[in-house]
């Protein structure tokens, strides 16, 4: 009888980037693959395991969204904590989510000096005019920043989220810089994924915040 496959490592993974680029509408296609058109605007953290295959292994995504904060660019050390990688969305339709990227970067750069980061330019399906940012930018904008990943997304049309994350997992996994110690440190249930827990006092829970 063939051994049944173990639990592979964790990886806590952090959504960044400014109110209304999609962060929400993509944890929700990460999580159960919905979108809302009307999405409301964050009322909690919130995060949510997401299982990816690679190679025949499986690895553990614990993605984790802002409790709309975002909009004072101030989340918190504990939002950052013990991150393994960093995704940084911007809105194709709106110049200036990416060009307030920079701040995030400073931020991420700060907190959680170690994670991988992947760029991600979502709303791909608008054209344009409405489209601000082209691909040649966006590429520009990842070289620039030494991003590790980066990709063009549509949350609303779920064109390359799956690819992204796949890469992403596949880059922690046998990322070097990932010690076996980080990855086992993750998977200590209760501890990555208890957002009550993991909030400071800085009043920044919503009551939101839920393990899937
Ligand atoms: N056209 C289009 N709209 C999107 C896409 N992703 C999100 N939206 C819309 O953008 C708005 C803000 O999304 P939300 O996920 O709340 O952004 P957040 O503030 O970064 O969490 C909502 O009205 C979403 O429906 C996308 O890929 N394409
Ligand atoms: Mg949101």
């Known amino acids: 009888m063939a051994a049944a496959p173990s639990r592979g490592p964790t990886y806590k993974v952090v959504l960044l ?121 966006s590429k520009s904008f990842a070289a620039a920043h030494e991003f590790e990943l980066s990709s063009l997304v549509s949350c609303k049309t779920n064109t390359g989220i799956a690819d992204a994350f796949e890469s992403l997992a596949r880059a922690l996994h046998t990322s070097p810089a990932v010690s076996n110690q980080q990855r086992t440190a993750s998977v200590i249930p209760g501890q990555e994924l208890n957002v009550d827990k993991d909030l400071d006092s800085s009043g920044q829970n919503g009551g939101g915040g839920c393990r899937c």
């Open 17 to 137: 980037g400014e109110l209304g680029v999609g962060k929400t509408s993509l944890f929700r296609r990460l999580k159960d693959n919905s979108f809302d058109e009307y999405q409301t605007a964050t009322t909690g953290i919130d995060s949510c395991s997401k299982v990816v295959k690679i190679d025949g292994s499986t690895v553990m995504l614990s993605i984790w969204d802002t409790a709309g904060v975002e909009r004072f660019r101030t989340l918190t050390r504990n939002y950052y904590r013990n991150a393994h990688a960093a995704v940084f969305v911007y809105s194709v339709s709106d110049a200036s989510s990416l060009h307030y990227l920079a701040q995030w970067i400073k931020d991420a750069q700060n907190f959680a000096p170690s994670a991988t980061r992947m760029l991600l330019g979502n709303k791909v399906d608008i054209e344009p005019p409405q489209a601000e940012i082209d691909a040649t930018t």
